[in-house]
T-cell receptor, first 118, second 114 residues
Framework: AQTVTQSQPEMSVQEAETVTLSCTYD???????LFWYKQPPSRQMILVIR????KQQNATENRFSVNFQKAAKSFSLKISDSQLGDTAMYFC?????WGGGGADGLTFGKGTHLIIQP | DAGVIQSPRHEVTEMGQEVTLRCKPI?????LFWYRQTMMRGLELLIY????????DSGMPEDRFSAKMPNASFSTLKIQPSEPRDSAVYFC????????????FGNGTRLTVT
Protein backbone atom coordinates (compact mmCIF):
# COMPACT_ATOMS: atom_id res chain seq x y z
CA ALA A 1 0.00 0.00 0.00
CA GLN A 2 1.08 3.55 -0.65
CA THR A 3 1.32 6.31 1.92
CA VAL A 4 1.60 10.05 1.40
CA THR A 5 2.89 12.34 4.14
CA GLN A 6 2.54 16.09 4.34
CA SER A 7 4.41 17.24 7.41
CA GLN A 8 3.22 20.85 7.47
CA PRO A 9 -0.37 21.11 8.75
CA GLU A 10 -0.41 24.88 8.21
CA MET A 11 1.76 27.55 6.62
CA SER A 12 1.40 31.30 6.38
CA VAL A 13 3.29 33.69 4.10
CA GLN A 14 2.96 37.25 2.88
CA GLU A 15 1.50 38.04 -0.50
CA ALA A 16 4.11 37.96 -3.33
CA GLU A 17 6.43 35.68 -1.37
CA THR A 18 7.51 32.25 -2.52
CA VAL A 19 6.39 29.25 -0.50
CA THR A 20 7.26 25.55 -0.68
CA LEU A 21 4.96 22.79 0.51
CA SER A 22 6.56 19.45 1.27
CA CYS A 23 5.35 15.96 0.47
CA THR A 24 6.94 12.56 0.83
CA TYR A 25 5.53 9.22 -0.17
CA ASP A 26 6.27 5.58 0.26
CA UNK A 27 5.73 2.98 -2.44
CA UNK A 28 7.25 -0.12 -3.95
CA UNK A 29 5.89 0.80 -7.37
CA UNK A 30 8.26 2.00 -10.08
CA UNK A 31 5.67 3.54 -12.38
CA UNK A 32 3.31 6.05 -10.85
CA UNK A 33 2.02 9.59 -10.97
CA LEU A 34 2.01 12.39 -8.47
CA PHE A 35 -0.41 15.29 -8.17
CA TRP A 36 -1.05 18.42 -6.19
CA TYR A 37 -4.67 19.41 -5.66
CA LYS A 38 -5.95 22.66 -4.20
CA GLN A 39 -9.12 22.89 -2.12
CA PRO A 40 -10.31 26.46 -1.45
CA PRO A 41 -13.05 27.22 1.10
CA SER A 42 -15.63 26.44 -1.58
CA ARG A 43 -14.41 22.79 -1.07
CA GLN A 44 -13.95 22.26 -4.79
CA MET A 45 -10.94 20.02 -5.55
CA ILE A 46 -8.81 21.65 -8.24
CA LEU A 47 -5.86 20.01 -9.96
CA VAL A 48 -2.78 22.22 -9.68
CA ILE A 49 -0.02 20.17 -11.24
CA ARG A 50 0.96 16.59 -12.04
CA UNK A 51 4.20 14.67 -12.52
CA UNK A 52 4.92 11.38 -14.20
CA UNK A 53 7.48 9.38 -12.23
CA UNK A 54 9.34 8.34 -15.37
CA LYS A 55 10.05 11.95 -16.29
CA GLN A 56 13.12 13.52 -14.76
CA GLN A 57 12.10 17.04 -15.71
CA ASN A 58 10.12 18.82 -13.03
CA ALA A 59 6.62 19.89 -14.02
CA THR A 60 5.71 23.58 -14.08
CA GLU A 61 2.39 25.38 -14.48
CA ASN A 62 2.76 29.15 -14.48
CA ARG A 63 3.57 30.14 -10.86
CA PHE A 64 3.49 26.53 -9.69
CA SER A 65 6.40 24.14 -9.98
CA VAL A 66 7.48 20.93 -8.33
CA ASN A 67 10.74 19.50 -7.10
CA PHE A 68 10.48 15.78 -7.76
CA GLN A 69 13.19 13.64 -6.18
CA LYS A 70 12.35 10.04 -7.07
CA ALA A 71 15.14 8.39 -5.09
CA ALA A 72 14.19 10.35 -2.00
CA LYS A 73 10.46 9.88 -2.70
CA SER A 74 9.92 13.56 -2.32
CA PHE A 75 7.51 15.78 -4.25
CA SER A 76 7.40 19.39 -3.07
CA LEU A 77 5.29 22.20 -4.53
CA LYS A 78 6.68 25.70 -4.97
CA ILE A 79 4.34 28.63 -5.40
CA SER A 80 6.02 31.79 -6.68
CA ASP A 81 4.64 35.29 -6.32
CA SER A 82 1.91 34.01 -4.03
CA GLN A 83 -1.53 35.62 -4.31
CA LEU A 84 -4.44 35.94 -1.91
CA GLY A 85 -6.40 33.51 -4.06
CA ASP A 86 -3.82 30.83 -3.35
CA THR A 87 -5.18 30.52 0.18
CA ALA A 88 -6.49 26.96 0.38
CA MET A 89 -5.81 23.43 1.52
CA TYR A 90 -3.22 21.73 -0.66
CA PHE A 91 -3.18 17.97 -1.03
CA CYS A 92 -0.40 15.84 -2.40
CA UNK A 93 -1.63 12.66 -4.07
CA UNK A 94 -0.19 9.43 -5.48
CA UNK A 95 -1.56 7.20 -8.21
CA UNK A 96 0.05 3.96 -9.27
CA UNK A 97 0.06 3.04 -12.91
CA TRP A 98 -2.75 0.67 -13.77
CA GLY A 99 -2.73 -1.20 -17.00
CA GLY A 100 -6.30 -2.36 -17.03
CA GLY A 101 -7.64 0.27 -19.39
CA GLY A 102 -8.80 2.51 -16.61
CA ALA A 103 -7.50 4.51 -13.72
CA ASP A 104 -6.51 3.64 -10.21
CA GLY A 105 -7.53 5.64 -7.18
CA LEU A 106 -5.56 8.49 -5.70
CA THR A 107 -3.98 8.20 -2.27
CA PHE A 108 -3.97 11.59 -0.58
CA GLY A 109 -1.86 13.17 2.12
CA LYS A 110 -3.60 14.90 5.03
CA GLY A 111 -3.09 18.31 3.47
CA THR A 112 -1.39 21.62 4.23
CA HIS A 113 -3.46 24.68 4.98
CA LEU A 114 -1.78 27.57 3.20
CA ILE A 115 -2.68 31.09 4.21
CA ILE A 116 -1.56 34.06 2.13
CA GLN A 117 -1.50 37.22 4.20
CA PRO A 118 -2.12 40.63 2.55
CA ASP B 1 -18.49 20.31 -20.33
CA ALA B 2 -20.45 20.70 -17.10
CA GLY B 3 -17.95 18.75 -15.05
CA VAL B 4 -18.79 16.09 -12.50
CA ILE B 5 -22.23 16.76 -11.06
CA GLN B 6 -23.18 15.66 -7.57
CA SER B 7 -26.48 15.95 -5.80
CA PRO B 8 -27.58 17.00 -3.32
CA ARG B 9 -25.02 19.59 -2.26
CA HIS B 10 -26.14 19.32 1.35
CA GLU B 11 -28.05 16.57 3.11
CA VAL B 12 -29.24 16.58 6.68
CA THR B 13 -30.91 13.44 7.97
CA GLU B 14 -31.67 11.64 11.17
CA MET B 15 -29.86 8.60 12.40
CA GLY B 16 -31.33 5.42 10.97
CA GLN B 17 -32.56 6.98 7.75
CA GLU B 18 -31.44 5.90 4.31
CA VAL B 19 -29.27 8.36 2.41
CA THR B 20 -28.60 8.28 -1.33
CA LEU B 21 -25.91 10.42 -2.92
CA ARG B 22 -25.84 10.82 -6.66
CA CYS B 23 -23.14 11.46 -9.23
CA LYS B 24 -23.01 12.15 -12.94
CA PRO B 25 -19.45 11.79 -14.29
CA ILE B 26 -18.01 13.75 -17.17
CA UNK B 27 -19.21 12.35 -20.46
CA UNK B 28 -16.64 10.01 -21.95
CA UNK B 29 -14.88 9.27 -18.68
CA UNK B 30 -14.72 5.57 -17.96
CA UNK B 31 -13.52 5.63 -14.33
CA LEU B 32 -15.54 6.83 -11.36
CA PHE B 33 -14.46 7.21 -7.76
CA TRP B 34 -16.22 7.88 -4.45
CA TYR B 35 -14.24 9.58 -1.69
CA ARG B 36 -15.11 10.63 1.83
CA GLN B 37 -13.47 13.61 3.53
CA THR B 38 -13.39 14.18 7.28
CA MET B 39 -11.15 16.29 9.49
CA MET B 40 -9.84 13.24 11.32
CA ARG B 41 -9.17 10.91 8.40
CA GLY B 42 -8.72 13.26 5.46
CA LEU B 43 -9.68 12.01 2.00
CA GLU B 44 -10.43 8.30 1.86
CA LEU B 45 -11.16 6.31 -1.27
CA LEU B 46 -14.33 4.32 -0.71
CA ILE B 47 -14.84 2.55 -4.02
CA TYR B 48 -14.09 2.98 -7.68
CA UNK B 49 -15.48 1.71 -10.96
CA UNK B 50 -13.89 1.17 -14.35
CA UNK B 51 -16.29 0.83 -17.26
CA UNK B 52 -19.17 0.60 -14.79
CA UNK B 53 -17.62 -2.38 -13.00
CA UNK B 54 -16.58 -2.05 -9.33
CA UNK B 55 -12.84 -2.64 -9.13
CA UNK B 56 -11.98 -2.03 -5.50
CA ASP B 57 -14.46 -1.53 -2.68
CA SER B 58 -12.03 -2.22 0.13
CA GLY B 59 -12.46 1.33 1.37
CA MET B 60 -16.17 0.96 2.03
CA PRO B 61 -16.36 1.15 5.82
CA GLU B 62 -19.24 -1.19 6.50
CA ASP B 63 -22.04 -3.15 4.93
CA ARG B 64 -24.25 -0.16 5.53
CA PHE B 65 -22.50 1.45 2.56
CA SER B 66 -23.22 0.38 -1.00
CA ALA B 67 -22.48 1.87 -4.41
CA LYS B 68 -23.83 1.19 -7.85
CA MET B 69 -23.08 2.33 -11.36
CA PRO B 70 -25.94 1.13 -13.57
CA ASN B 71 -24.63 2.98 -16.62
CA ALA B 72 -21.75 5.15 -17.75
CA SER B 73 -23.48 8.37 -16.79
CA PHE B 74 -24.76 7.71 -13.30
CA SER B 75 -23.65 6.36 -9.94
CA THR B 76 -25.11 6.26 -6.45
CA LEU B 77 -23.66 5.85 -2.99
CA LYS B 78 -26.18 4.64 -0.45
CA ILE B 79 -25.94 4.51 3.32
CA GLN B 80 -28.58 2.45 5.11
CA PRO B 81 -29.04 2.95 8.00
CA SER B 82 -27.11 6.19 8.48
CA GLU B 83 -25.24 6.99 11.70
CA PRO B 84 -23.83 10.27 13.08
CA ARG B 85 -20.27 9.08 12.39
CA ASP B 86 -21.12 9.00 8.69
CA SER B 87 -21.22 12.81 8.72
CA ALA B 88 -18.64 13.97 6.18
CA VAL B 89 -18.21 15.46 2.72
CA TYR B 90 -18.59 12.84 0.02
CA PHE B 91 -16.87 13.47 -3.30
CA CYS B 92 -17.39 11.82 -6.62
CA UNK B 93 -14.63 12.02 -9.23
CA UNK B 94 -14.17 10.73 -12.74
CA UNK B 95 -11.30 10.31 -15.17
CA UNK B 96 -10.79 9.28 -18.75
CA UNK B 97 -8.98 6.20 -19.91
CA UNK B 98 -5.31 6.16 -19.07
CA UNK B 99 -3.62 5.75 -15.75
CA UNK B 100 -2.09 9.22 -15.84
CA UNK B 101 -5.37 10.95 -16.40
CA UNK B 102 -6.13 13.27 -13.51
CA UNK B 103 -9.29 12.90 -11.48
CA UNK B 104 -11.93 15.57 -11.94
CA PHE B 105 -13.94 16.09 -8.79
CA GLY B 106 -17.50 17.15 -8.22
CA ASN B 107 -18.33 19.79 -5.65
CA GLY B 108 -19.15 17.20 -3.02
CA THR B 109 -22.15 16.45 -0.84
CA ARG B 110 -21.96 17.54 2.77
CA LEU B 111 -23.83 14.93 4.80
CA THR B 112 -24.92 15.60 8.35
CA VAL B 113 -26.51 12.79 10.32
CA THR B 114 -28.12 13.89 13.58
Amino acid sequence: AQTVTQSQPEMSVQEAETVTLSCTYDTSENNYYLFWYKQPPSRQMILVIRQEAYKQQNATENRFSVNFQKAAKSFSLKISDSQLGDTAMYFCAFMKQWGGGGADGLTFGKGTHLIIQP
Amino acid sequence: DAGVIQSPRHEVTEMGQEVTLRCKPISGHNSLFWYRQTMMRGLELLIYFNNNVPIDDSGMPEDRFSAKMPNASFSTLKIQPSEPRDSAVYFCASSSQGANSPLHFGNGTRLTVT
